[in-house]
């Protein structure tokens, strides 16, 4: 895997381009570049959702999506396990009540948690995934 740098306004555009969240930006990047697309999807992309995926909100985590939160000076780590986030070993219905059994206290589970979605690289806050 190689790296390159981007200023802000070719992110975006990139961003733009994304139809969905399953579309990578490498996918974007061929597509502008005319090589057509890389390599086939796995299985696991090719035939869609799983039952041991989670939706919140409308919003698919494919089974083994990573979360973490960051609460006190400590990371918080969770996995989509089952059809559920869970969290030390509890099974959570949304984002909120899992922050919620961590802080002790009312919090925005789409803006406490970040995931990384199998297969990908980076973190993202889940509010980002809300449309």
Same mark, same amino acid.
């Given at each position: 895997?190689?790296?390159?740098?981007?200023?802000?306004?070719?992110?975006?555009?990139?961003?733009?381009?994304?139809?969905?969240?399953?579309?990578?930006?490498?996918?974007?990047?061929? !597509? #502008? #570049?005319?090589?057509?697309?890389?390599? /086939?999807?796995?299985?696991? !992309?090719?035939?869609?959702?799983?039952?041991?995926?989670?939706?919140?909100?409308?919003?698919?985590?494919?089974?083994?999506?990573?979360?973490?939160?960051?609460?006190?000076?400590?990371?918080?780590?969770?996995?989509? !396990?089952?059809?559920?986030?869970?969290?030390?070993?509890?099974?959570? !219905?949304?984002?909120?009540? /899992?922050?919620?059994?961590?802080?002790?206290?009312?919090?925005?589970?789409?803006?406490?948690?970040?995931?990384? #979605?199998?297969?990908?690289?980076?973190?993202?806050?889940?509010?980002? #995934?809300?449309?």
């Amino acid at each position: 895997m190689h790296t390159i740098e981007v200023d802000f306004d070719v992110f975006k555009q990139l961003t733009v381009r994304r139809a969905t969240e399953d579309v990578s930006y490498n996918d974007v990047i061929r !597509e #502008l #570049l005319g090589l057509g697309q890389g390599k /086939a999807k796995t299985t696991k !992309e090719a035939t869609g959702p799983s039952p041991n995926d989670w939706v919140a909100k409308g919003v698919r985590f494919p089974a083994d999506t990573e979360f973490r939160a960051n609460y006190k000076g400590q990371v918080r780590t969770g996995r989509i !396990e089952g059809g559920a986030l869970t969290v030390d070993g509890k099974r959570y !219905e949304s984002p909120s009540a /899992a922050a919620v059994a961590i802080t002790g206290s009312p919090v925005n589970g789409w803006r406490f948690w970040e995931c990384r #979605l199998p297969g990908k690289p980076t973190w993202q806050f889940i509010e980002s #995934l809300r449309r």
